[in-house]
């Protein structure tokens, strides 16, 4: 539906056209690839989510096999720091994919309010 409308620019009026969707679907269809791009960041948090579950004690020894293959090389044989860098590391991997859920989810939210809304 094209709707005609005035704008007043530096005192003159013009005609425009505002182009105003009423219909649900039609708003839907424009954010398409926001909503793709929510749902597989969604879909990456589960993922990692199921990772945790399956293969949490080998994700947990490949962080520490890799912290002890530079032992002397990056941390210089302090065992302790290497231990803090793998337990900040796995922080690092439960951030992921809680924050991978969670700004999927208000990405897909806010996509849907504000196709929801009757004007732009």
């Known amino acids: 539906m ?3 409308g005035l704008i007043a ?3 003159s009026t013009r005609e425009v056209a505002l182009v105003r969707t009423q219909d649900f679907s039609q708003r839907l269809r424009v954010s398409r690839w926001g909503m793709v791009l ?3 960041t969604i879909l990456f948090g589960f993922a990692f989510g199921g990772a945790f579950g399956a293969f949490e004690d080998s994700m947990k020894k490949g962080l520490s096999d890799r912290a002890a293959a530079v ?4 941390y210089a044989g302090d065992a302790a720091k290497a231990k803090s860098v793998v337990d900040k590391s796995w922080a690092y991997y439960k951030r992921a994919h809680l924050h991978g859920g969670a700004i999927g989810a ?6 849907l ?3 929801g ?3 732009p």
Do not use: K, P
């Not at 208000?106 to 996509?111: C, S």
């Open 117 to 119: 809304l009757r004007r």
């Open 9 to 11: 620019v530096e005192g």
């Open 113 to 115: 309010l504000l196709s």
């Open 71 to 74: 032992l002397n090389t990056v």
């Open 106 to 111: 208000v990405a897909l939210g806010g996509i």
């Open 38 to 40: 929510a749902l597989l």
């Open 2 to 4: 094209e709707v005609t």
